[in-house]
């Protein structure tokens, strides 16, 4: 049996862009990829704390230590320039795994997106 736990959070960072014509995807800084261990094409769900609106999409990269995260397509629909949302990647794992994993959790500025 494998259960879904929290594998990467990138905790309250503001939206810079949303893209209506793309294909879809969320664009995140490369720098807060990598500080918090999501991967390009990663699944990933999207809350904002604006609007109480919850999705799913994949990741894209975008420049590092710009600050941007940019919904796109169908995705910037549901939020707007400068709302706050929370990106969470979740991995299956087994209960014994899951016990001794430990999420990588940021916290950037909520101004300006940069790490801390």
Same mark, same amino acid.
């Given at each position: 049996?494998?259960?879904?736990?929290?594998?990467?959070?990138?905790?309250?960072?503001?939206?810079?862009? $949303?893209?209506l !014509?793309?294909?879809?995807?969320?664009?995140? !800084?490369?720098?807060?990829?990598?500080?918090s261990?999501?991967?390009?094409?990663?699944?990933?769900?999207?809350?904002?704390?604006?609007?109480?609106?919850?999705?799913?999409?994949?990741? +894209?990269?975008?420049?590092?230590?710009?600050? +941007?995260?940019?919904?796109?397509?169908?995705?910037?629909?549901?939020v707007?320039?400068? !709302?706050?949302? +929370?990106?969470? $990647?979740?991995?299956?794992?087994?209960?014994?795994?899951?016990?001794?994993?430990?999420?990588?959790? +940021?916290?950037? !500025?909520?101004?300006?997106?940069?790490?801390?």
């Open positions: 049996m494998f259960v879904e736990v929290l594998k990467s959070k990138i905790h309250n960072v503001r939206v810079t862009q $949303a893209n !014509d793309y294909v879809g995807s969320i664009t995140i !800084d490369e720098a807060l990829m990598e500080a261990g999501i991967i390009a094409g990663e699944h990933v769900y999207v809350v904002d704390n604006n609007n109480g609106e919850r999705f799913e999409t994949y990741v +894209i990269p975008g420049e590092r230590n710009s600050g +941007i995260i940019c919904l796109n397509g169908a995705a910037a629909r549901k707007l320039v400068g !709302d706050i949302v +929370i990106i969470m $990647a979740f991995a299956s794992m087994t209960p014994e795994e899951a016990r001794q994993f430990r999420p990588s959790i +940021i916290c950037p !500025d909520s101004t300006t997106n940069a790490l801390r």
